[in-house]
Each structure stands twice: as structure tokens, then as C-alpha cells.
């Protein structure tokens, strides 16, 4: 069994009004991840992904290519802690929060 690990990722190009957040809310679905993902104001999208392992790396490979129409030309993985995914919306695994 792989252990559970939260990354924040910050990811850029040209990754905002192309889809990138409802393609990454789709993947941590497939992936049964939670955490959450958003635009932020100054172009980048930020999520945050908690899961196995395994299936956050694949998050993680996923996130470096983006939808079709995306152009991704830099991920930045960190660490994070537990206390961010408080962060999703209540009753939620996974959620697509507000432009911050």
C-alpha cells in the first residue's frame, strides 16, 4: 500500500480559460484524490492534491500536460499540509474554489 502525501501545485502558461481546472477536477476524480483547484488573479492555477502516493504522482504527470488546449510551461510541486484542504467545500472530495 503507498502512503497518502498532499502537494500543492502552481502551474504556468497558458492554463486559464482553457478548461485546465474542470480537466484537473475530472482527473483527481478518476484518481480518487481530494484536495481542490483555482485560478489565481495573477494567471497561474493553484490546486492542491491529496492521495496515495501513486496516484498523486499520476496527478502530478497529468498536471504537467493539461487539457488540449492548454500550453503548460512550468509546474512547481511543494509540500503542504493537512490543514489547506480545509479549504474544499463542505461535502466535497474535490472542488473548483474561487479566483483568488
Known amino acids: 500500500m503507498s502512503a497518502r502525501m498532499i502537494r500543492r501545485l502552481v502551474v504556468r502558461g497558458r492554463v486559464q ?3 485546465y481546472r474542470a480537466f484537473v477536477e475530472d ?3 478518476a484518481l480518487g484524490l481530494e484536495g481542490w483547484v483555482r485560478n489565481r ?15 498523486v504522482e499520476a496527478m502530478i504527470g497529468a498536471c504537467r500536460r493539461g487539457p488540449y ?6 509546474l512547481d510541486v511543494m509540500e503542504a499540509t493537512p490543514e489547506l484542504l480545509q479549504q474544499s ?11 483568488i
Open 17 to 19: 480559460g482553457v478548461g
Open 27 to 29: 482527473e483527481a476524480a
Open 41 to 55: 488573479r495573477d494567471g497561474v492555477v493553484e490546486a492542491l492534491i491529496s492521495g496515495p502516493q501513486a496516484a
Open 69 to 74: 488546449s492548454a500550453h503548460v510551461q512550468g
Open 89 to 99: 467545500l463542505p461535502g466535497e472530495h474535490f472542488s473548483v474554489l474561487p479566483t
